[in-house]
């Protein structure tokens, strides 16, 4: 058709047929050729199926879970394991470092014939008497235990293979015992526990406190007595140089106040709020993860949380920051009082080499002023003999003066013979001098002739040749003119030419085009293809509804979900896991079912990367 048609005028907005055939459907029901009939009890199974499937897969998501979780677990022990087991090594290094330092002592106060040899025996000799307490302790009480204990492991290999009746009244006897025996050890270890306690009361006493206490440097402010007794020839000197040690003492005395005044803080409690044996559990178990360990507060925070469980995470951070804070301020005090000690001792020993350099130089002014004395008097001995020497000289001076008088004005005779001498030669170079000059200028008015006689000839033959240029333009002109005449003709003649051709055409056109009737009443009558479709459909028993409406040239669900790769990626999305590296890594390494042809693998990629 070679135009389109306007089916405006035959659009209308009610239709009637529409409505009969609703009315037909509604009152048919399930007995109606296009609809069936549901299979709830089907649907139900299916549904119950689909959240049996989906419990399971939630049960394996759990059980993942849980599985990470443990591992994640015995992944962190397996760390603080590490961590301690260095921590120990470190810990029973330095017990056997120390423990050998304290027996060289001993061993030394013992041997050696001193004020405290009589003390150190003695604790030799109730050294010895507490391991012989203590070896017939473990005899008395550890040692039964573990000999019940082999004799139980016998009775028991013994007897649990036999089927006796008879043994179950020993049953109730080796029970007894066992009770009894644990009785006793409870009270054992309570009476030990009490005698701790005790014990512990007892070391933790001012005095004993006091005297194992570490003794923390102090400085003894003001100026020392020993720069006092130094020797110093200059008071002002010695005065100024002493007051150094009071500004010194002010200067480190504000550094300490400003230290103590930003840690006020710290101050106030030793413990920040804790107890004595929690903060020292704390400041161990810091220290048992040293601060180059890999991954360290998330194992030190684990650790603190696992041994202080009634604590917070933020009463944690707060104590640690405490604990940084009271050991920051802790170092910065002794460094300052380490540094104000050193400054002191430097000072002192700086006054001492000034003190040391003003007795030298009061000595070296004395020695000064004595040679002052003997070199005034070589002074004027030397004085007395150069005044000689120079008299002598000045005569000598007037004698050379007059040679050297005598010499110039024979040399300037000299000079004037040579002055006139040249004076002949330079006229005599003049006179040539113009003679050749004037050779020169005749011989430029020859050349400057002959030049011009050669620039009037280049003159007429350039006038000469712009004629002919001139003549030359004009023929071309004319030229170019027919052609563009020529091709205007050319394009005219293309153009009536193409007129012609599409006349014929349209010509052909009008013999070959078809002629429709307008035929409105085809818009709502049905087609050939429906009387035939609903001929077919008379002669059929039943219809298949779910038989395709068309035939299908491609893959269906069936043989897509024959690729296990399918399969895979359904049971991961399933679970949750499609969008993890792990699925992804398990749907790369699945194979296809059927391996693709060599000659159909595509070279487009291989042949642009090879051309960049």
């Known amino acids: ?63 993942l879970k849980q599985i990470s979780k443990d591992s994640k677990e015995q992944n962190i022990l397996k760390q603080h394991k590490k961590v301690w087991q260095k921590e120990c090594i470190r810990l029973n290094n330095l017990r056997k470092r120390f423990s050998g330092d304290v027996e060289i002592f001993v061993l030394q106060n013992t041997e050696d014939e001193t004020v405290c040899q009589s003390t150190f025996q ?5 050294q010895s008497r507490l391991l012989d307490e203590l070896q017939a302790f473990k005899s008395d009480t550890v040692d039964p235990i573990w000999t019940l204990r082999e004799d139980l492991q016998y009775w028991l290999a013994t007897n649990l293979a036999s089927k006796n009746t008879g043994i179950k009244g020993e049953y109730q006897q080796i029970g007894e015992a066992v009770e009894s025996v644990k009785q006793q050890q409870y009270t054992i270890v309570e009476k030990l526990d009490n005698e701790q306690i005790s014990l512990e009361k007892e070391l933790g006493i001012d005095t004993l406190l006091n005297l194992i206490a570490p003794v923390e440097k102090s400085v003894d402010q003001g100026i020392p007595e020993e ?12 005065a100024s140089v002493l007051q150094e040690f009071i500004l010194l003492d002010e200067r480190h005395r504000q550094r300490l106040e400003d ?86 001792k430097e000072l002192f020993l700086k006054a001492k080499a000034i003190f040391a350099e003003a007795c030298i130089e009061a000595e070296l002014d004395e020695a000064k002023n004595e040679c002052k004395l003997q070199q005034s008097e070589r002074c004027a001995s030397l004085y007395n003999k150069v005044k000689l020497w120079r008299e002598k000289k000045w005569e000598q001076l007037l004698l050379e003066q007059e040679v050297l008088a005598a010499e110039k004005q024979k040399h300037d005779e000299i000079m004037r013979e040579a002055q006139d001498r040249d ?7 003049k006179v040539k001098i113009k003679e050749y000059q004037s050779k020169q200028e005749e ?13 009037e000839e280049l003159k007429r033959h350039m006038e000469e040749q712009a004629i002919l240029d001139k003549e030359r333009v004009v023929f071309r002109e004319k030229q170019l003119l027919q052609k563009l005449i020529e091709k205007d003709d050319k394009m005219r003649a293309r153009e009536q030419a193409e007129v012609e051709k599409d006349e014929r055409l349209e010509n052909l056109r009008k013999q070959v085009r078809p002629i429709a009737v307008v035929k409105p ?52 999305r399933d679970m949750g896991l499609h969008n993890t590296d792990y699925g992804r890594q398990m749907i790369k390494q699945m194979k296809p079912p059927t391996q693709p042809r060599k000659d159909m693998e595509s070279t487009v990629f291989k042949f642009n990367t090879n051309e960049s």
């Open 521 to 572: 009443e085809r818009v709502w009558q049905d087609t050939e293809s429906w009387h035939n479709r609903v001929a077919g459909d008379e002669d059929a028993q039943e219809v298949d509804i779910q038989r395709p409406l068309f035939k299908v040239n491609s893959y269906t669900a069936a043989k897509v979900n024959e690729d296990s790769r399918v399969r895979l990626e359904n049971k991961l």
């Open 423 to 429: 004076l002949k030669i330079r006229q005599q170079d």
């Open 227 to 238: 720069a006092f007794d130094i020797e110093c020839p200059d008071l002002e000197l010695k």
């Open 1 to 63: 058709m070679s135009g389109a048609r306007d089916y405006k005028h035959l659009v209308t907005t009610h239709r009637e047929e529409e409505n009969e055939r609703q009315l037909v459907r509604r009152f048919a029901g399930s007995k109606s050729k296009t609809y069936k009939a549901v299979n709830y009890d089907k649907l139900r199974t299916l549904a119950a199926e689909k959240k049996f499937e989906g419990h399971r897969a939630l049960i394996r998501v759990k059980k």
């Open 122 to 126: 003695e604790f030799e000799e109730y």
């Open 443 to 455: 011989a430029r008015c020859v050349k400057e002739e002959a030049d011009r006689k050669r620039l």
């Open 259 to 344: 230290c103590e005044e930003k840690h006020s803080h710290v101050m106030r409690d030793d413990n920040g709020g804790w107890s004595d044996a929690d903060n020292w559990s704390f400041n161990v178990l810091c220290e048992a993860y040293p601060f180059d360990l890999h991954n360290r507060r998330t194992l030190l925070f684990d650790r603190l949380k696992r041994h202080f469980p009634d604590h917070t995470r933020d009463q944690l951070l707060e104590h640690e920051q405490f604990c940084i804070d009271r050991r920051y301020y802790l170092e910065r005090r002794k460094a300052i009082i380490h540094d104000w000690l050193r400054d002191r």
